[in-house]
């Protein structure tokens, strides 16, 4: 089987590859036809407009040399995007760049969006999740209970 050259310096020395500790959001996607699975780790942060953007994305990959490649190929598409660009980065975009994929292996591009699209989805899902502070009413304050002296 024979890869781009793209495909094949992803593979031997991926980018962003690793762990994330205290990700925003944690994807796992697999695909049962080949066995491959993919676990992706995002951090949102702010660009200077105050939009909220990727600011740091890894991924742990177990499968083939062309899931390593897409995974790698993703974390490099999407880092840095505002997450709405983000989530409009496709499997085509990945093979794009990778500048050719074998027609059986087009999956491990699918893995890798669908990997990104994932991790976006349960960050929204949490950030709508998380509960509002309650304002206190300054003028509520707590009474003191007090023991009479006997």
Not at 9 to 25: A, L, M, T, V
Not at 52 to 78: H, N, P, Q, V, W
Request: hydrophobic share 30%.
């Amino acid at each position: 089987m024979k890869y781009s050259k793209k495909v094949i310096e992803h593979f031997r020395k991926p980018h962003n590859q690793g762990e994330i500790k205290n990700p925003d959001s944690v994807a796992v996607v697999g695909n049962p036809v080949c066995g491959d699975i993919m676990r992706l780790y995002i951090k949102v942060g702010k660009n200077k407009k105050g939009e909220e953007i990727i600011k740091d994305i890894k991924f742990e990959t177990l499968g083939c040399g062309a899931a390593i490649a897409t995974s790698s190929m993703i974390t490099d598409l999407a880092k840095g995007k505002t997450l709405e660009e983000a989530y409009k980065i496709t499997t085509k975009n990945v093979n794009e760049e990778l500048e050719w994929l074998p027609p059986v292996k087009q999956h491990c591009s699918n893995l890798a969006a669908e990997g990104l699209h994932e991790a976006l989805k349960k960050y929204f899902e949490k950030k709508k999740e998380k509960p509002k502070k309650k304002k206190v009413c300054k003028s509520a304050k707590s009474k003191k209970m007090t023991k009479k002296k006997s």
